[in-house]
């Protein structure tokens, strides 16, 4: 009861003191500042808004923040995080929508937490009742000490990418997934049936995809009668050609893209189509 009584004061002095400062017309920067960042993920996007507290000499994963208790996963309000499609967070499905995100420190293993949340201050009113899933993940020991608490992605590919925070000398990476290859597969289906077809599109997903290579380079010729001066369709087909293994054919292209590529003065082009050539005649 007691400990009950003190969150509510804190949390209503915190907001009052807020709502004085507005009234006031001051302004005072926050000694945790807020970030919000986006990543562009599969055919969505994913977005996080925190408040990143500093150590200031102080032990943290272990001390201001004690292992086995819900962190709000940053300082001020618990730290949120939108998915605007389907994903997989640690191999488990997650439907698009607006969660908040704590978590639970361990010394040797971590409980990641997506939680229904109520755009609630700190951890106090969370709910494990309202939690959405919870992932194990190991923590890492980082060289260099993080002075400013850290989220960010990395190693970013359309499919999958790596979900990391960091701070003092503890770093935390979640695997992220999302699968949209039956939505493009059935968006070039549909667009093929229209007046104006994706076809430089179209043969870029399936080079990129593995698909069918003999689909793809029929899309990338058809691209290239429409627009027989771009250097850039005749490096798409360039490189279908390579990849399916006609490297005679790839040769060509590469040579045709060089002078395209050279007509308009486009260097990047030139040294790509050049490249392709190289390969082209290993």
């Not at 908040?100 to 109520?118: M, Q, R, Y």
């Not at 999958?160 to 289906?189: C, H, P, R, S, Y």
């Amino acid at each position: 009861m007691k400990k009950t009584l003190t969150t509510v004061l804190f949390i209503a002095l915190a907001v009052s003191l807020q709502s004085e400062l507005k009234a006031q017309g001051l302004k005072m920067p926050q000694p945790s500042s807020g970030q919000t960042i986006s990543q562009d993920f599969g055919l969505g996007k994913v977005t996080i808004s925190y408040s990143r507290p500093n150590t200031k000499g102080r032990k943290i994963f272990g001390g201001l923040e004690p292992y086995g208790s819900v962190w709000r996963t940053g300082a001020n309000s618990a730290t949120t995080i939108a998915f605007t499609e389907a994903v997989k967070i640690g191999g488990k499905d997650l439907a698009a929508g607006e969660y908040e995100l704590f978590t639970i420190p361990g010394e040797s293993e971590w409980t990641v937490i997506i939680n229904k949340g109520s755009k609630q201050w700190g951890a106090y009113e969370y709910k494990e009742s309202d939690d959405i899933l919870r992932i194990k993940v190991k923590p890492t020991k980082l060289k260099e000490k993080v002075e400013t608490f850290t989220i960010q992605f990395a190693d970013v590919y359309p499919a999958t990418a790596k979900l990391q925070l960091m701070w003092e000398n503890t770093a935390l990476t979640v695997d992220l997934t999302t699968d949209f290859d039956a939505k493009v597969m059935a968006g070039i289906d549909e667009a093929m049936k229209g007046d104006k077809k994706p076809y430089f599109q179209a043969a870029y997903y399936y080079l990129e995809s593995g698909k069918d290579l003999s689909k793809a380079l029929e899309w990338a010729t058809a691209a290239e009668t429409a627009d027989p001066k771009a250097p850039w369709v005749k490096l798409l087909k360039g490189r279908v050609q390579l990849k399916s293994g006609d490297k005679k054919g790839a040769a060509a292209t590469a040579e045709e893209g060089i002078k395209l590529a050279t007509e308009i003065k486009n260097p990047e082009y030139i040294r790509l189509h050049t490249g392709l050539l190289a390969e082209a005649k290993k």
